[in-house]
Nanobody, 115 residues
Framework: QVQLVESGGGLVQAGGSLRLSCAAS????????MGWYRQAPGKQREFVAG???????AYAGSLKGRFTISRDNVKNTVYLQMNTLQPEDTAVYYC?????????WGQGTQVTVSS
């Protein structure tokens, strides 16, 4: 099983940027796909972005262009660069990993965007 640890969340004003990191406990090349989800208060968890072991990214709807997912295979880390943040982006952001054994989640990191 892979362990995932998120970091990089915090408080930022609207229009600002943050970069989230997800450190995995094993070589991420052995993981089929990794991604980011978020959950705002009172709402369901939603997909933000994902990246396959082959490096192919996917984004949720209008988030493409503001958010960019990337990976560092040497550091076993996946990143989410978030630009032009808006208050509606406020949520707990979770890293996940998809393997043959199942899907695994980190504990989440809080992102709060003030107006």
């Amino acid at each position: 099983q892979v362990q995932l640890v998120e970091s990089g969340g915090g408080l930022v004003q609207a229009g600002g940027s943050l970069r989230l990191s997800c450190a995995a406990s094993r070589n991420i090349l052995s993981i089929n796909a990794m991604g980011w989800y978020r959950q705002a208060p009172g709402k369901q968890r939603e997909f933000v972005a994902g990246i396959s072991s082959g490096g192919w990214p996917a984004y949720a709807g209008s988030l493409k262009g503001r958010f960019t997912i990337s990976r560092d295979n040497v550091k076993n880390t996946v990143y989410l660069q978030m630009n032009t943040l808006q208050p509606e982006d406020t949520a707990v952001y979770y890293c996940n990993a998809v393997q043959a054994l199942g899907t695994f989640w980190g504990q989440g990191t809080q992102v709060t965007v003030s107006s």
